[in-house]
Nanobody, 126 residues
Framework: HVQLVESGGGSVQAGGSLKLACEASEFVYGPFCFAWFRQAPGKEREWVAAIASIGPTFYADSVRGRFTISRHRAKEKDVYLQMNNLKPEDTAKYYC????????????????????WGQGTQVTVS
């Protein structure tokens, strides 16, 4: 069972940047997807971005062009979310998730497709 640990959250002013990191407890073998979700108080958990084992990336419309998901070139089990031009509506707890997928299948946007979750890291934009 893959365990995930997020880091890098914090407080920032609107227009600022943060980089979140997610470290998996073990190397994972494909095909798989890593994803970032976020959840604001009183709202449902929302898919933000995903990256597939062979590299394609996917983004929610609300963050496309501002956020970038990537994997460490050497430590492929580490995943990052670079967040630029942050807005107050980006305020939420951000969660890293991992799940397997069928070969050729796009990364899912729904929570039940992911079997491992981190504890979350808070991002606050004022």
């Amino acid at each position: 069972h893959v365990q995930l640990v997020e880091s890098g959250g914090g407080s920032v002013q609107a227009g600022g940047s943060l980089k979140l990191a997610c470290e998996a407890s073990e190397f994972v073998y494909g095909p798989f997807c890593f994803a970032w979700f976020r959840q604001a108080p009183g709202k449902e958990r929302e898919w933000v971005a995903a990256i597939a084992s062979i590299g394609p990336t996917f983004y929610a419309d609300s963050v496309r062009g501002r956020f970038t998901i990537s994997r460490h070139r050497a430590k492929e089990k580490d995943v990052y979310l670079q967040m630029n031009n942050l807005k107050p509506e980006d305020t939420a707890k951000y969660y890293c998730a991992y799940g397997t997928r069928a070969a050729g299948e796009r990364c899912s946007k729904i929570t039940i497709s992911y079997t491992s979750w981190g504890q979350g890291t808070q991002v606050t934009v004022s």
